[in-house]
């Protein structure tokens, strides 16, 4: 039996952990969860006790959050190449990008979906600033490429990627054209297909 078991559901930001899990290339076995009873049934809530996905159990071990799941992963198995090196200087840009989207890009992507307002000087007192200063900084952090760590290929383009790709798909992001480069360059690597096409079977098996 494998020792990663994940949790999750193929509507969900799941997704972006299992595009993780397919690069790494290790054994790992899938728990498909329905939203409702199943994801607040006591046996889950004993894992995750916010009721959500993903989640990921290792060894006994338990990790929520899509960001925290590409970055333990990446770390736990180094020597698949998704995290530089100690002593390479992009290490620092991996942490910084990756946080950066599950911190100030999130928050402003939500809050433009929901139609939350930031009064006019309060700027300061949010993560984010504003989603114009958000996407301007990771716009900047993408033009050098290919990568957010220059030539190598991270599990910090599988976090921002995703949550880049989301974005557009949904019009909370603008298509810029420094993103839709980077996200489709990334969507077309293998292991992002098969894990789109494994969450896509589910959704059809799920309808039918």
């Known amino acids: 039996m494998s020792d990663l078991v994940f949790y999750t559901n193929p509507q969900s930001r799941g997704r972006i952990a299992h595009w993780m899990l397919e690069e790494l290339g290790e054994p790992y076995r899938t728990v498909w969860l329905d939203y409702g009873a199943a994801m607040k049934d006591a046996a889950y809530l004993a894992i995750n006790p916010m009721g959500k996905v993903p989640a990921l159990v290792h060894d006994g071990s338990v990790l929520t959050e899509a960001a925290a799941i590409c970055v333990y992963l990446a770390d736990h198995f180094a020597e698949k190449g998704l995290i530089p090196p100690a002593a390479d200087p992009t290490r620092a840009a991996f942490f910084r990008w990756s946080f950066f989207a599950a911190g100030p890009l ?79 360059d990334l969507e077309a690597r293998p292991a992002a297909q098969r894990a789109k096409r494994l969450n896509e079977e589910r959704i059809k098996a799920r309808a039918g």
Not at 130 to 154: D, K, V
Not at 163 to 184: C, N
Request: proline share 6%.
């Open 106 to 184: 999130e928050q402003a992507v939500t809050a433009k979906a929901l139609g939350w307002q930031v009064p006019e000087g309060k700027g300061s007192m949010v993560g984010f600033g504003s989603l114009a200063q958000t996407l301007a900084a990771l716009e900047q952090a993408l033009s050098p490429g290919p990568y957010l760590c220059g030539e190598r290929f991270t599990a910090a383009d599988v976090y921002v990627g995703a949550s880049l790709g989301w974005g557009m798909l949904f019009g909370t992001i603008e298509p810029r054209p420094a993103f839709a480069r980077y996200v489709a």
